[in-house]
């Protein structure tokens, strides 16, 4: 997992940092029965606000990403659904994880 560096603009953001390769960390729940889920994206970027060196000491392994497939329609097509990205366990303090609106792409296929 790589972790970019990108000074913030703003006085009450000292720091951000990009964190990407989020797909070892994404859980897809409620999977349509007799289907199963194909993450279609590569990487998933997460934008990670805090001091500078708080966030660089962020394990990138703390982060979880869920997706709910309750809404997903049976087709072979490709669909794009909301994802929660959350700490696992406590949120370390003096760092927090910005805006809400991360999305993947999935694609589901009938259960072999």
Same mark, same amino acid.
């Given at each position: 997992?790589?972790?970019?560096?990108?000074?913030?603009? *703003? &006085?009450?953001? @000292?720091? /951000?940092?990009?964190?990407?390769?989020? #797909?070892? +960390?994404?859980?897809?729940? =409620?999977?349509? %029965?007799?289907?199963?889920?194909?993450?279609?994206?590569?990487?998933?970027?997460?934008?990670?606000?805090?001091?500078?060196?708080?966030? *660089? &000491?962020?394990? @990138?392994? /703390?982060?979880?990403?869920?997706?709910? #497939?309750? +809404?997903?329609?049976?087709? =072979?097509?490709? %669909?794009?659904?909301?994802?929660?990205?959350?700490?696992?366990?406590?949120?370390?303090?003096?760092?927090?994880?910005?805006?809400?609106?991360?999305?993947?792409?999935?694609?589901?296929?009938?259960?072999?």
């Amino acid at each position: 997992m790589k972790i970019n560096p990108v000074k913030g603009t *703003a &006085d009450y953001l @000292p720091s /951000q940092t990009l964190l990407r390769d989020y #797909l070892q +960390n994404i859980i897809l729940e =409620n999977v349509p %029965q007799g289907y199963e889920a194909e993450l279609v994206n590569q990487q998933l970027y997460v934008w990670v606000r805090g001091n500078s060196d708080l966030v *660089a &000491d962020l394990d @990138p392994g /703390q982060l979880q990403v869920e997706v709910d #497939l309750s +809404n997903a329609s049976t087709g =072979n097509g490709l %669909q794009r659904f909301a994802a929660t990205v959350t700490f696992k366990g406590d949120n370390p303090e003096g760092v927090g994880i910005m805006g809400t609106q991360y999305s993947v792409a999935v694609r589901l296929h009938p259960a072999s």
